[in-house]
């Protein structure tokens, strides 16, 4: 599969191209900014040599300065729009790569979601995929424009001085291999700088973690100052390093620099006549201070580019942990067959399943699922009844074996039913986003929750979980069983539900469990509550990845 | 939107109200300051005068050479101007650097001393606000808030300052020869200034406020998906989710839209009223120059100084549009640990404590339920009990009370007769003792974590409590023994050393009261009668409580007390 070989840099190359009209757009903008420019300094050198030498006077210049007026304004259009151009790309861009990442959650499933943990995912969805602004809105623009602006002002020169024109060229050897040199500077600045940095937050958010230890030990004072003194000596530790690093960076600043002075002199030095070598004889005011003023021209497109030289390192730092995950295996969902039969659910012939760190840990498995089935499995933790459940919601693929399922609205309920950061309503509607209030609270009262209901400061609105109202497990729980009557699904899985409950809620659940049993729905639960084993009318054991039918009644 | 009702005058304040403190912080390295001020000033004015010069010197070669071309003889003296030139040449690049490096360390320097003020805030959060952070991703933007009031130094403070003194420094120079010029020049700069500062921070100021808060109702989303991906793709609501993410992240798109064109505007802006006040100084000076008052290459050395002076603005749009943001990282940051910590005024009785709870009830303020409900209970000096209960029963509400991080809502909790929380932490830590569920091993060596239990404990003291919990044998078998790092959370540990180096630490200790949540989870079986062993030696004549899923057979025999909580109520174990 393609997709497995994607690396970071083929990514953003990918993303790139979504974008590409915008973006060239923008480096064309950018580009004619700059040849504005090249016409107000060369303008400039004109009218002054014009007011200097040739002793005109201004309203004698006034349409030539009326143009250059025109220049700066368009310049200044120019830049808005290859700046906000630009913007729109990096927007869309990072708005496509972020629906890419949410997909591929979906398509990892729940199963290999709960071996990883959801807030480092999420970072990934959200502060790496931000992390890629800079390079789209700024750096990628950039390095198009420093490809052409440079080129272009070395032309110019060359028509007015090509003495000056070739010393541009050697101080700027290649601009490739320049480009080169900044680059493994800035990366050097910037990786010296994130190791130093990490390793201070490090040392920092371990004490901050282990803060209730420090007030149980009575050390809050000296880890204090333990934290000043480590952040000052990783401040000396990495000043060492950025003295060598910053070089780099002080290298092109001198190149600038002397440019321009050089170019100062040879233009001074040939118009007093100094010089009569090359083109030195015929320098005037005009083109020797064109020249100049153009030298550091020449030098700020790299110079910009040098400066977004971090967003680079930083958007292929987010992407190469953003590869890592869209080259995660997804689950197989087009190996999953319809049955043949209206009757029958799901069919599992000779199933297994295998991960690749843990070896088979289910199957060979054959099952049939009726529509109206009550089966209950049991057996012992790591047995495999979780895998087994996860299959017949389809959030895994078989390994082996023929797997046939059909895909109708089902409910899931396992030990620890999510709530998402949201109104008790919100949570609701997870079931069912077309339901009103009255099937709502409808679903509430027969789960047993009316009365918290009551409770609640904004009622239905009432914001729960973390940023809310902190609801106790067996209130989750009850939410859960909310859920799956406001659904009203026919195919109901279980996974544990009445593991770690209070004795209260396990009653109500066991209840709600008999009652769906007694109207005919589909029912398959993983548990060992023996009310809901002898409700059952089919009884499996799940041993070491092998299934056993203990009952089977008709 | 709330904040664009706001006046600026309220705009202004808030965001004073929530720098100032950070910026106070600042005053103090103000000598730091100061000379990496000058030195970005010196840097900048290095490269105008460069520009400057160098205009004036091909501009003074080209009249002079005209000049010895008709006859005239003329004199010009090539190699002051050309010294100067070299002079600035070098010295832009050597102030740079040294700006750069120099500033830099300032900025570390702040950081530890950012750092070391908000670790003092949070020293005095108490077990509810601690519980509260932990459940979060409140950590991560902890950091990120503190540096973006680290970068408040080198992009919000210094740029402005800098560029006004080098609209100063400029006018004034031009005022030499052209006083009108620079007076009307430096008006309009300034006037480009307070736009670029303030107006541009004005403009962005809602957008960039919200930006964090943006990404968090984003996050929060994405995290749904996740944790509930099992029901949404089983109730088919997949679909319903995505809606609202896309929806929210459109709305955080379009903010980040508006504060882009703010900046583009700013930007452009420079590059208009530069551009323009450039070709009013070559009319204006073309006019003087005309008349013969003003010499031509006074004229090009100012329109070459002023041709370089967009560059001290650049910074300034994108640091000010975000003020927004740094103002909302110092006002979370200053939200931190805002109530009043209690008086430390009592003190523990030398002798062994008991313990007394009475009608305790504590609710923490995001729960409907109340953690604990009339709780009562007493422990005489000495004695042992066992409280059994689920996992969110309120357990760790009642050991945070006993020790004293956590203030009961209702009723009385006293340990030898005094409130926990009015103990000073030093006495509380070493007379009242916790082995939390969750231990904490800190970044450093093996040594390090266990004189926390006791910084004074001699090398053999370590060994022995090492030998009780029945790990000497594995530290001496290490290359670095006691020296040995244990990672990152004891990441370099498993669970049951973990507990262990955690049980040998309160071993060095000599408290009254001892408090284990869950002594032997995660131990083996076979080092498990080790450890209660030496641990039941340990704890005779101590006041102590065993936290327990289950009771325990390893420990019952001395135990005289049994309960059991659940859902926050106390009633006898069973």
């Known amino acids: 599969m393609t997709e497995q070989s994607l690396t970071a840099r083929s990514w953003l190359k990918t993303l790139a191209t979504l974008e590409r009209r915008r973006l060239y757009l923008a480096a064309f903008l950018g580009v004619l900014a700059g040849v504005q420019t090249v016409i107000i300094v060369v303008g400039v050198a004109w009218l002054v040599e014009q007011l200097v030498v040739f002793h005109q006077t201004p309203h004698q210049l006034v349409s030539v300065l009326a143009l250059l007026a025109l220049c700066v304004i368009g310049r200044g259009i120019c ?4 700046e906000i151009i630009s913007l729109e790309a990096s927007l869309r861009i990072r708005r496509y790569a972020r629906r890419q990442m949410l997909d591929k959650f979906w398509a990892l499933g729940p199963v290999w979601l709960a071996y990883h943990q959801s807030g480092a995912l999420a970072t990934q969805a959200v502060e790496n995929i931000e992390a890629l602004d800079g390079y789209f809105s700024r750096f990628y623009t950039q390095l198009r424009i420093v490809s052409l602006l440079p080129l272009l002002i070395l032309c110019v020169v060359l028509k007015l001085d090509y003495l000056v024109a070739i010393f541009l060229l050697i101080s700027a050897p290649i601009i490739p291999l320049f480009m080169a040199l900044v680059g493994m500077g800035a990366e050097r600045v910037n990786r010296d700088q994130f190791a130093a940095v990490a390793r201070l937050s490090a040392h920092f958010l371990d004490r901050v973690r282990g803060m209730a230890t420090l007030q149980l030990f009575g050390r809050t004072q000296s880890a204090h100052k333990d934290v000043w003194w480590a952040t000052d000596d990783y401040r000396q530790l990495s000043m060492r390093t950025l003295r060598l690093a910053f070089l780099s ?17 040879y233009v001074g030095f040939g118009l007093l006549g100094y010089i009569d070598y090359g083109p030195a004889a015929s320098l005037t005011l005009f083109s020797g201070l064109a020249v100049l003023l153009l030298a550091p021209e020449f030098f700020q497109p790299l110079r910009t ?87 017949l919601a389809g959030f895994l693929s078989p390994s082996n074996g023929v797997l046939e399922l059909m895909s109708p609205r089902y409910a899931w309920l396992d030990q620890q039913p999510a ?13 069912n986003p077309e339901a009103d209030t009255a099937a709502m609270q409808w679903a509430l009262d027969q789960a047993g929750l009316e009365a918290l209901l009551s409770q609640l400061p904004d009622g239905m609105e009432t914001l729960i979980g973390e940023r809310g109202i902190g609801l106790s497990g067996g209130q989750a729980q009850r939410l859960a069983l909310a859920r799956i009557y406001l659904s009203e699904a026919n195919f109901i899985l279980l996974d544990e539900p009445t593991a770690s409950l209070d004795r209260d809620t396990e009653k109500v659940v066991v209840r709600a469990m008999l009652e769906w049993a007694a109207q005919g729905r589909t029912l398959i639960m993983a548990t060992h509550h023996p009310a809901a084993i002898s409700a059952a009318k089919r009884h499996l054991d799940l041993r070491a990845g092998r299934l056993e039918e203990v009952r089977h009644e008709a | 939107m709330k904040h664009e009702a706001r006046s600026s005058v309220k705009m202004f304040s808030q965001t004073l109200d929530a720098l100032s403190p950070w910026i106070a912080l600042m005053v103090k390295r103000r000598r730091r300051f100061l000379v990496g001020a000058l030195l970005i000033w010196l840097t900048l004015a290095a490269g105008l005068s460069l520009l400057g010069l160098s205009g004036w010197f091909i501009t003074a070669c080209a009249l002079a050479g005209i000049a010895l071309l008709l006859g005239i003889p003329s004199r010009l003296d090539v190699y002051v101007p050309g010294g100067g030139i070299r002079f600035f040449a070098l010295l832009r690049t050597v102030a740079r650097y040294i700006e750069r490096l120099y500033n830099h360390d300032t900025v570390l320097r702040l950081l530890a001393d950012l750092r070391y003020r908000v670790f003092g805030q949070l020293m005095q959060l108490d077990e509810a606000e601690l519980r509260r952070h932990r459940a979060s991703d409140w950590l991560g933007r902890l950091t990120a808030d503190i540096d973006a009031l680290d970068n408040l130094y080198l992009r919000l403070l210094m740029p402005p300052v800098v560029s006004l003194l080098v609209i100063v420094g400029v006018s004034l120079f031009i005022a030499i020869w052209l006083p009108g010029i620079a007076l009307v020049s430096g008006g309009i700069l300034f006037i480009l200034w307070i736009g670029l500062t303030y107006g541009v921070g004005r403009l962005g100021f809602a957008a960039s406020h919200r930006q964090v808060a943006d990404q968090e109702v984003l996050r929060r989303f994405v995290v749904d998906q996740l944790q509930a991906s099992a029901e949404l793709i089983a109730y088919r609501s997949a679909a319903w989710h995505r809606l609202q993410v896309e929806s929210h992240e459109e709305a955080a798109l379009n903010n980040q839209r508006r504060l882009g064109k703010c900046v583009a505007l700013g930007n452009s802006l420079i590059s208009v009223v530069a551009g323009l006040l450039l070709l009013g100084v070559v009319w204006g000076g073309g006019l003087l120059v005309a008349e013969g008052t003003l010499a031509g290459p006074i004229l090009v050395m100012a329109l070459l100084t002023l041709l370089g002076v967009n560059e001290v603005f650049v910074q300034l749009p994108g640091a000010f549009a975000r003020v927004g943001g740094s103002v909302a990282a110092a006002e979370r940051l200053n939200g931190l640990g805002s109530a009043a910590p209690l008086l430390k005024e009592q003190a523990l009785p030398p002798q062994e404590l008991d313990i007394v709870v009475q009608a305790v009830t504590h ?53 030898g007769g005094c409130l926990p929380a009015a103990v000073s932490e030093k006495q509380r830590s070493q007379r009242i ?29 370590l060994w022995e409590v090492l030998e009780a919990v029945a790990l000497d044998t594995w530290v001496k078998s290490l290359p670095h023994k006691l020296e040995t790092p244990v990672g990152e959370r004891g990441q370099q540990l498993s669970g049951g050393q ?7 630490r309160l071993l060095l200790m000599d408290p009254s009261v001892v408090i284990l949540d869950e002594p032997f989870a995660a131990i083996d079986q076979a080092t498990v009668n080790t450890v209660a062993n030496t641990l039941s ?11 327990m899923h289950h009771g325990s057979s390893l420990l019952t025999q001395q135990v005289k007390h049994h309960w059991h909580l659940s859902a926050g109520k106390l009633g006898p174990g069973n």
């Open chain 1, 79 to 82: 830049q808005w729009g290859q």
């Open chain 2, 537 to 547: 030696h340990w704890l005779e004549g101590r006041t102590t409580i065993f936290f």
């Open chain 2, 498 to 504: 973990v507990r262990r180096v955690a049980l040998a």
């Open chain 2, 433 to 461: 003792v916790l082995l939390t569920q969750q231990v904490d091993l800190f970044d450093a060596s093996l040594e390090d974590n266990l004189r926390l239990g006791n910084p004074d404990a001699s090398e053999e003291a």
């Open chain 2, 363 to 415: 609710r923490y303020s995001s729960s409907m339920m109340p953690a604990l409900e009339n709780v009562t209970f007493q422990l005489a000096a000495g004695e042992k009990a066992i409280i059994t209960g689920h996992s969110g029963a309120g357990k760790s509400t009642l050991a945070a009370l006993l020790t004293g991080r956590l203030v009961a809502s209702q009723g009385e909790v006293n340990v």
């Open chain 1, 249 to 265: 960076s002080a290298v092109l600043e001198f190149f600038a620099s002397v440019a321009i002075a050089v170019v100062a002199m």
């Open chain 1, 419 to 431: 709530l998402l950061h949201g109104s008790l309503a919100d949570n609701l509607r997870l079931a």
């Open chain 1, 305 to 391: 580019l040098s400066q977004h030289y971090h967003d680079r390192a930083t958007a292929l730092g987010a992407a190469e942990s953003l590869v890592t995950i869209l080259n995660e295996s997804s689950i197989q969902r087009h190996a999953v067959i319809e049955p043949s039969n209206e009757s029958i659910i799901a069919v599992l012939k000779d199933v297994s399943v295998e991960y690749a760190t843990r070896g088979q840990v289910l199957g060979p498995v054959n099952l049939t699922v009726q529509k109206g089935d009550i089966i209950a499995i049991s057996g012992p933790s790591g047995s495999g009844k979780s895998t087994l459940l996860a299959l």
